[in-house]
């Protein structure tokens, strides 16, 4: 089974940036299609950002604009720049599969956003 860690999540002020990194198998996340979830407390788990192997990406309209999810081959991992990060963006952020079948879910990183 894929097996990936999530990292980079804290507790910053509204307008500041931060950088989540989803590590795991090597093939995995180079070529498969990749997205960033986030469940914020009391809500529903929700895709925010998705990159294929062709190195398309998707955006929710939330984040459009905000958030930019990339891979970084040789460190085996997807990452996902958050910027001008507001109090809605707060959340516990994971990385999985966007296609039919997802991995088992990580630990997810937590994102904490506040004045």
Known sequence: QVRVV???GGSVQPGSSLRLSCTGPGGILRL???GWYRQAPGKEREIVATIRGSGYTTYAES????FTISRDNANNSVNLQMSGL???DTAVYYCNNAGDQLW???Q???VTVSP
């Open 104 to 106: 088992p879910w990580g």
């Open 63 to 66: 984040v459009k604009g905000r």
């Open 6 to 8: 999530e990292s980079g």
């Open 108 to 110: 997810g990183t937590r």
């Open 86 to 88: 507001k109090v809605e």
């Open 32 to 34: 498969d299609y990749v």
